[in-house]
């Protein structure tokens, strides 16, 4: 049977189409119900649409998945019930079988790939959005992770995408308060980045650079001969799931370690070099735990949704912090002009220093204390509500497409703080990574790490 690579274009199109049919029905229940609701006074059930729209998009492959939890984190990019079910989704594509396998690792590494591996698991030992990932140890005894990606995930990505355009163009029509072309934008350049494992390695070495000084994260590092477009090769990192973990009830400094360790991971190459990681879901990384507890640590396993900023949108960052600190409205609107909001009031400023005060706000104290000590679990939706209410009556906003994975690591993150019913002093350690900021340093700092380690640079990278 011939490899994916040389099918003819019609299976390419006809799984396309058949693809895009089941999400089209999905976007299209959602633009009649809510046209219904809007325009004719018929009020709709969303909560039981919103459990059809997931129990959809549960059987497709993750693209649309993943941009969808990304999205439930903005502040009413989509409809509170659609969002919460989004939240939920996970990544779970049926393995390709051992055949097909096998005729995808030797489009990748050639008709002897067998022969580079002592050993390769017939089986995949875990799913990741885009690909399946299978244990494997070298000649020299080295335990390996391959990634493999699935097939015809470009034109998977481009139908996702098309209907993600419908589906935010429908919303936008019903409700205009949050304008969403630059996020639409972002979303469609981190994605298709997403399909190039060759870049993915190349985050996986810049990672490995920014956080070999941190203790208690690991970083695997690449194969670069068993690397290719659609194969990532690297090294195997024994550890855990966190939510398995916590089912076994560590103890407290335990939790803590996870997340100090998370909390470093995340922010210290934001401040140090202008990078961010984008997508703290779940099951982009483990924990090993450590018997000293206060020695646990964390294993970073994906490295697709990364963004690199230019060094004035991590000093504009800072200064939001200061803003929200000492209450300056004047540096408030000067920070949010530099992230990229254009024009706006200072009305809507007040709005969405609802927003900042909501993420900088376990910041702010310098004491033990965990990172929402509000009991309410829907405590950032209201915020998200209120917001949204606010900037219906000052006229809306356009995102920057900045904003994007930015928000999504903060609430991401956050939301994991909250699942490990960790308290830090959250405080003591932004202050570790920022108290010595400089730009220059900063932008000097970002260039050579991206020149040793080979990251190419996106369109929209400052």
């Not at 080295?142 to 419908?166: F, G, I, N, T």
């Not at 990229?340 to 400023?349: A, K, Q």
């Not at 990574?433 to 640079?457: K, W, Y």
Request: glycine share 8%; hydrophobic share 40%.
């Amino acid at each position: 049977m011939a490899d994916d690579r040389a099918d003819g274009k019609g299976s390419t199109i006809f799984g396309e189409i058949r693809r895009m049919a089941r999400t089209s029905g999905a976007v299209g229940g959602i633009a009649a119900r809510m046209a219904g609701e809007r325009f004719l006074g018929i009020k709709t059930d969303r909560s039981a649409h919103a459990n059809d729209l997931a129990a959809i998009l549960g059987g497709l492959k993750g693209p649309l998945m993943k941009v969808a939890q990304i999205l439930s984190t903005i502040p009413d990019a989509l409809p509170e019930e659609y969002a919460q079910q989004m939240a939920t989704l996970q990544a779970n594509a049926p393995p390709m079988g051992w055949a097909f396998v096998r005729r995808r690792m030797s489009s990748e590494l050639g008709p002897a790939w067998q022969s580079k591996f002592a050993e390769f698991g017939q089986e995949a030992a875990a799913a990741a959005s885009l690909g399946q990932v299978h244990k494997a140890r070298l000649h020299d005894g080295q335990s390996v992770a391959c990634k493999l990606q699935y097939p015809d995930m470009p034109s998977v990505v481009e139908a996702d995408l098309r209907q993600l355009k419908m589906a935010m163009a429908v919303y936008h029509r019903i409700d205009p308060a949050i304008r969403q072309d630059e996020v639409y934008e972002e979303l469609s350049e981190r994605l298709r980045e997403e399909l190039d494992y060759e870049r993915e390695a190349a985050h996986a070495r810049l990672y490995g650079l920014m956080l070999r000084d941190v203790p208690g994260v690991r970083v695997p590092m690449p194969i670069e001969e068993l690397t290719t477009t659609r194969l990532l090769t690297m090294d195997w990192l024994d550890g855990m799931a966190i939510q398995k973990r916590l089912e076994e009830n560590p103890s407290e400094e335990e939790r803590a370690a996870y997340g100090t360790a998370l909390f470093r991971a995340w922010y210290r190459p934001f401040y140090r070099y202008g990078v961010i990681h984008g997508d703290p879901h779940l099951g982009n990384y483990q924990v090993r735990p450590h018997e000293d507890p206060a020695q646990s640590g964390i294993n970073l396993l994906d490295f697709g949704a990364v963004r690199i900023f230019p060094p004035s949108f991590v000093r504009a960052t800072l200064m939001l912090y200061e803003a929200v600190r000492d209450e300056d409205e004047d540096k408030m609107v000067e920070a949010f002009g530099i992230w990229g909001f254009r024009d706006i009031s200072i009305e809507t400023m007040r709005v969405l220093s609802l927003w900042a005060k909501f993420l900088y706000g376990p910041l702010m104290q310098d004491r033990v204390r965990p990172i929402q000590e509000d009991d309410d679990p829907s405590f950032g939706r209201k915020v998200a509500a209120e917001v949204h209410a606010g900037l219906k009556r000052t006229g809306g906003v356009r995102p920057p497409r900045e904003f994007v994975l930015m928000d999504r690591a903060a609430v991401g993150l956050g939301s994991v703080f909250l699942r490990l019913r960790c308290s830090l002093n959250w405080h003591r350690l932004f202050e570790e990574l920022t108290s010595d900021f400089n730009e220059a340093e900063l932008a000097a700092r970002q260039a050579a790490a991206l020149e040793e380690c080979r990251v190419p640079r996106a369109a929209s990278a400052g």
